[in-house]
């Protein structure tokens, strides 16, 4: 699931869990779900760093390489 | 107006406070001014004159500017064009400007009448058209760069997007900003980046003096940018700074850092937000639950009081009836010393007894067994 497929899905648990009439039982369901998707939300900040790369033209065209923060 | 209780500081400490300011505005860093110049003073090679308009002035210094020959330029009642940055004087509070480059106002002139000229005609070639601009995508995951890969410019995008947005993929096309080559080097990458499905491609350079960003007033430059499939943000020097390339793009946006924070989704702080949401709606339930307990707790007591207080009821009832009971109870009737009589195992009637029945006569203490002799009806 993307990121923001994620923090859409959060969204709908925590407007329910905010609704009020919700047995303990489902409540608990909800808590789960989203302590669950909270968690994996950071695993994906921490570890899917997107890549920075650096293209320079050169007489044989284009080099790709990454790039040096 | 509110007022403010805060120890008096020293005259010193207003001015460097000020001087802080002055200095640390990067809108005031480079830039050029123009005016007429007048007082003009000469002292070791320095020289100290005055640049008025119509309604306002400002003093100036060219440190060692005889040198530099810009004498010939600063002289009384020329319209020049000045590129530097304002001074603060800590001793005096006096601001000064400090020149770095003189022009007459003339040869810049002719550089923004050229701008105007092309600006005119890409107008009119519906360039700018808005109903032509590409939107800029609400979801953003990978975006290409035209600027230079040794710049600052890049680094402070690299850094935006590490704060908001690490998961943002970025294609840096590394271009001269500045110079004879650059517009081509910059039309090349946006060329290059249109081809690759990014969702938005930012051009992209730090600010400048107008000559360093009239790269960006190029021509060729602006038919790549308008002809471009993939959304284009334009990032060119300061707030202040317009090129061509700004009218062209989808989105203008005032600075590079303001581009980057544009397209990087601020993530981190949205995971943020909605985890202290989370928990708070969770807590909000948990307490919800131990109200709704305590509630309960509370029926049930009142249950219980109403129970016993009907049960209390009912035993008084049964007492009372079990006491009217009583006085019918026929055991305690022949107690009292009545008898009953009984004909054929059934309560006798008067009317069905005859001469010679045989008859039980109950009594407390036990059955009469008796013959009937005779039967008399009482008188009415």
Redesign the interface.
């Known amino acids: 699931m993307t990121?923001?497929k994620q923090?859409e899905k959060?969204?709908g648990?925590?407007e329910k869990?905010?609704a009020?009439d919700?047995e303990?039982d489902k409540?608990l369901k909800l808590?789960e779900e989203?302590?669950e998707i909270?968690n994996s939300?950071?695993t994906?900040?921490k570890e899917?760093?997107?890549?920075?790369?650096?293209?320079?033209?050169t007489l044989n065209g284009?080099k790709e390489e990454n790039?040096n923060? | 107006m509110a007022e403010r209780v805060s120890p008096a500081i020293p005259v010193s400490k207003l001015n460097s406070y000020l001087k802080a300011i002055i200095s640390a505005e990067e809108l005031l860093f480079n830039i050029q001014i123009f005016g007429e110049v007048f007082d003009v003073r000469h002292h070791n090679g320095n020289i100290y004159f005055s640049l008025k308009d119509d309604e306002a002035s400002i003093k100036c210094t060219s440190w060692g500017g005889a040198r530099y020959g810009l004498d010939k330029l600063i002289v009384e009642g020329e319209k020049v064009i000045l590129t530097g940055s304002p001074s603060f004087y800590e001793k005096q509070a006096t601001i000064s400007f400090t020149v770095s480059k003189v022009e007459k106002k003339g040869e810049l002139g002719d550089a923004y009448k050229r701008f105007l000229e092309l600006k005119e005609k890409l107008e009119k070639l519906g360039f700018f058209d808005k109903e032509k601009k590409k939107p800029i995508p609400k979801?953003i995951?990978?975006i290409g760069v035209v600027t230079s890969?040794d710049g600052a410019v890049?680094?402070d995008i690299?850094n935006i997007?590490n704060r908001r947005?690490?998961?943002?993929?970025?294609?840096?096309?590394?271009s001269s900003v500045q110079g004879a080559t650059a517009p081509k080097?910059i039309s090349?990458?946006v060329r290059?980046l249109d081809a690759l499905n990014l969702d938005v491609i930012i051009v992209a350079r730090g600010g400048g003096s107008a000559d360093d960003l009239s790269c960006f007033n190029d021509e060729q430059l602006a038919e790549v940018v308008f002809k471009a499939t993939t959304p284009i943000i334009s990032a060119v020097g300061h707030e202040t700074d317009f090129t061509i390339i700004d009218f062209v793009a989808d989105l203008r946006a005032p600075t590079p850092s303001a581009a980057a924070e544009l397209v990087s989704q601020n993530?981190?702080e949205?995971?943020s937000g909605?985890?202290k949401?989370?928990a708070q709606?969770?807590q909000?339930?948990i307490k919800?639950?131990e109200r709704q307990k305590e509630d309960v707790a509370y029926i049930r007591k009142d249950l219980i009081r109403a129970m016993e207080g009907f049960i209390t009821d009912k035993k008084t009832e049964v007492k009372l009836i079990n006491e009217k009971l009583e006085k019918f109870n026929p055991s305690r009737l022949l107690k009292l010393g009545y008898s009953q009589v009984l004909k054929e195992g059934k309560l006798a009637k008067f009317e069905s007894i005859k001469v010679g029945d045989s008859l039980d006569v109950y009594m407390s203490e036990g059955i009469i067994v008796t013959e009937v002799k005779n039967v008399k009806e009482k008188k009415k």
Not at chain 2, 165 to 174: F, G
């Open positions: 990121f923001n923090i959060l969204e648990i925590i869990l905010e009020g919700l303990i409540a808590y989203g302590a909270i939300l950071n994906n900040i899917n760093e997107g890549k920075i790369k650096l293209l320079t033209k284009i790039f923060e | 979801q995951s990978k890969k890049i680094q690299i997007r947005n690490p998961l943002l993929e970025i294609v840096v096309y590394n080097e090349d990458g290059y993530i981190r949205q995971l909605l985890t949401r989370f709606s969770v909000e339930k919800e639950h």
